[in-house]
């Protein structure tokens, strides 16, 4: 007989009831009682969501990030805060967002910290608190918390599996503040996961769950010697090892996997189908494979049918030792359906969130140990909904597919080569020498905010809510000329958000009310659905940029959501490439390119701030990604004349492992994040020689600060070391969105008189 199990669920709660109760309590409002009863209840929602697995995640639930959780749990609390004298779960606040509601009753001893570096966790969008070790790290163990939620488990009658991070994932996601190798940390480490293992088997723990999705990137022998070493070491213990790798492929490391002496491995199916065969032949006999069929990372129902067809033969050699659960923790993807009422119906029957992701689980369970029959109502239904789905004529649009297939190198060209256009650009444009503009937004004021609402709500009617939003345009024209910019912006004020502005208006996408898939700690974001075939019905921005252009004589700057960047940021559909959603993108923004530039608009900038982060996990299939992603872009950019300069924009600054697609890309103009590093990051440009123009940031958006125009100066002319003057443009980091008038005003004062105080100079 199969099991069921799941590796994680989502824990900011159905209409992110998490995330509010966090959020007041750091604002001072509620006790911590509170806030650890909503927990509580929170869990046991959450394990009733998942009451008809075999074995239920326990240890998954989160404050914040179970990174950090791990941290806590091993004792390896940076130097900072230790000493604390509050409660615990403060201290942990600290460590994550840099203080804590309660912090003030402890000012003496211990006001706010800096907080601990946050990254992305492997190649989703969620982010952990980065673990901070050094040469002399020691670790304690406190399995508090892990007790303490199997207790609650327990006392619910939850078929409890505890969940851990493995210890070589815990080490290779950390970084050594002093440099030092932190793998060696490794023998210090052990020994705390054998008392861990220790203490859940006292308690009558029989399955342990151990992440290492480490596995499934390219690790240097050493770190696989180190997998070796940490199982050999926890051979011993009494609790049952479910091994867990999820995100892709175990590829060279999946040899040495097969060997190690733990009792089940977790495989993600979605990512490794290809490797199962491989992995059962090699695995001894008395081991538990755990198959992840379910996709934990997007929200289309599964093919039930299919999955069958290929997952039979497999159960009937495998019998008790075969598995069954998602891909990965369903913290990537959002709770439940049943909240959606808006939801356009059709789209909808095509959906499975947390909770139906649970349902077809039980449906593949019951299909697999009692035939396909005692579930037949379920499996047809699931059938038809597929079938709806594949030949709806919402998701597939012929003359779409015609156009992507119909597709040519050329189309992605620009006429000519960088420095025509330029000599071209610059003639026209007649901009001085050191150009200053910004990236696009300005700030989002309460009124507009208000506006918005309004409107939604029908408060406001269509003229009503276009006049106010031209009042918002018009007063950032009227600032940005009395600042004296060179290239101006319209400001935005009229999107909500960079890629939901354009999902909005493009056919093929749906948007859920409640699809809020955590970020970091209470951040969520709601990705858009990309359901069907891309086009574009009417022009999306020409009226509000035509509008802007009409009351300044300076160059009025479009702005654009590149195709990769929107790609990136939604939930993409599973029945075609990622790169052919991405092409018809590219062939939707292009006509909004080419509509502009026919609208007399001179300069178009098309953001790809989400660019870097779709790379794959590992770095052999980096060059197949930038291919296509390149490619989409190029051909949303490349249709206008030679005249019109095209911009990019960027916000990050690590360029130096893709700068040559970077420079393929073709912009006559990018913008990057670089005033934190003090522009030392432009050296990927100066070595590549980077041909074309640059517009490295000098102001941190990121900080209310305002950056003094003598600072400004020395950044500039730190990147004019490394990049021709003549090809430096000046601007801020990124939009200014997130900022007040009050703060943009002067610091954009500063950033103009630097640019002056430079042409005088040169
Ligand atoms: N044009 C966008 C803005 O200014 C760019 C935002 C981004 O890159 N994240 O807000
Ligand atoms: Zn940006």
Redesign the pocket.
């Known amino acids: 007989m199969a099991l069921t199990h799941n590796l994680g669920f989502p824990r900011i709660g159905a209409k992110r009831e998490l995330k509010f109760a966090l959020e007041g309590y750091w604002k001072g409002q509620g006790s911590l009682d509170e806030l650890k009863s909503l927990a509580a209840e929170l869990r046991q929602l959450h394990w009733q969501n998942q009451g008809a697995l075999d074995l239920a995640p326990v240890g998954d639930f989160s404050f914040y990030d179970q990174v950090l959780d791990t941290s806590f749990t091993l004792g390896n609390l940076p130097e900072r805060v230790r000493g604390f004298h509050g409660d615990q779960l403060d201290n942990y606040f600290r460590v994550a967002r840099g203080r804590s509601a309660r912090a003030a009753e402890h000012a003496d001893c211990c006001g706010g910290v800096a907080a601990g570096e946050m990254t992305k966790w492997f190649d989703t969008n969620y982010h952990y608190i980065v673990p901070e070790f050094s040469a002399d790290t020691e670790f304690a163990l406190d399995p508090s918390r892990l007790l303490d939620q199997l207790a609650e488990a327990r006392a619910q009658n939850v078929n409890a599996k505890p969940v851990i991070l493995g210890p070589v994932t815990y080490l290779w996601l950390g970084k050594a503040k002093d440099d030092s190798d932190k793998l060696t940390l490794l023998d210090r480490l052990l020994p705390l996961y054998s008392q861990l293992l220790d203490a859940l088997a006292e308690q009558g723990v029989e399955w342990v769950q151990i992440d290492e999705p480490a596995l499934v990137t390219e690790l240097p022998g050493v770190w696989l010697q180190a997998i070796d070493k940490a199982y050999s070491f926890l051979a011993g213990t009494r609790v049952k090892l479910l091994l867990a790798t999820y995100f892709g492929t175990l590829g060279e490391n999946l040899q040495s996997v097969a060997k190690l002496p733990v009792a089940g491995v977790h495989l993600d199916v979605i990512n490794a189908k290809h490797e199962v065969g491989q992995l059962i032949e090699l695995l001894p006999e008395d081991r538990v494979v755990s198959l992840g069929v379910i996709n934990g990372r997007n929200i289309w129902k599964t093919d039930l049918d299919a999955t069958l067809d290929w997952l039979e033969p497999i159960a009937a050699q495998l019998r008790d030792r075969l598995w069954l659960a998602p891909s990965c923790s369903l913290l990537h993807v959002p709770v439940d359906l049943g909240s959606e009422e808006k939801l356009d119906a059709e789209v909808r029957n095509w959906l499975a969130f947390a909770v139906q992701k649970l349902d077809e689980l039980q449906t593949l369970q019951a299909a697999v140990n009692n035939g396909r029959d005692s579930v037949a109502k379920a499996l047809a239904e699931n059938k038809a909904a597929l079938q709806s789905r594949s030949e709806s004529t919402r998701v597939n649009n012929p003359l779409v597919k015609e156009a992507v297939e119909k597709i040519t190198t050329e189309l992605g060209q620009r006429k000519s080569a960088y420095a025509e256009r330029a000599a071209l650009q610059h003639g026209n444009l007649k901009l001085p020498r050191y150009p200053t503009t910004t990236?696009g937004s300005f700030p989002q004021t309460r009124e507009i905010r208000a506006a918005r609402l309004q409107f939604r709500k029908g408060e406001l009617n269509q003229a009503e809510y276009v006049e106010k939003m031209q009042e918002e345009i018009a007063r950032s024209v009227r600032e940005q000329e009395a600042l004296g910019l060179d290239v101006l912006v319209h400001g935005e004020a009229e999107r909500n958000d960079m890629v939901e502005y354009f999902g909005e208006q493009l056919d093929g996408y749906v948007f859920s009310q409640f699809g809020w898939v955590q970020s970091y700690g209470s951040r969520c974001v709601k990705p858009p659905i990309l359901f069907g075939d891309i086009s574009r019905p009417k022009a999306m921005t020409v009226k509000w940029t035509r509008y802007a252009q009409s009351l300044t004589d300076k160059p009025m700057k479009g702005m654009l959501t590149g195709p990769v960047t929107i790609l990136n940021w939604s939930f993409v559909r599973d029945d075609q490439p990622r790169s052919v959603s991405c092409y018809q993108l590219a062939l939707a923004i292009r006509e909004e390119v080419l509509d502009l530039e026919k609208a007399g608009v001179s300069v178009i900038q098309i953001?790809e701030?989400a660019l870097r982060e779709g790379l794959p996990l590992r770095q052999s299939q980096w060059k197949e990604y930038l291919n296509w992603a390149v490619e989409s872009f190029r051909i949303t950019a490349n249709g206008v004349s030679d005249a019109t300069q095209i911009h990019t924009?960027?916000?990050y600054s690590e360029f130096n492992d893709i700068i040559e697609s970077i420079a393929d890309m073709d912009a006559d103009v990018i913008t990057i994040?670089t005033s934190r590093s003090d522009m030392e990051l432009l050296d990927a440009f100066d070595n590549f020689k980077y041909p074309n123009e640059i517009g490295p940031g000098v102001y941190d958006i990121h900080s209310p600060n305002i950056p003094s125009e003598a600072h400004i100066v020395q950044l500039i002319l730190k990147a004019a070391e490394r990049i021709p003057a003549e090809r430096l443009w000046v601007n801020p980091?990124?939009?200014l969105k997130t900022r007040q008038w009050e703060e943009v005003i002067p610091a954009l004062k500063n950033m103009v008189a630097a640019a002056h105080t430079l042409r005088v100079q040169a």
């Open positions: 990236i953001d701030a924009h960027m916000c994040e980091d990124c939009g």
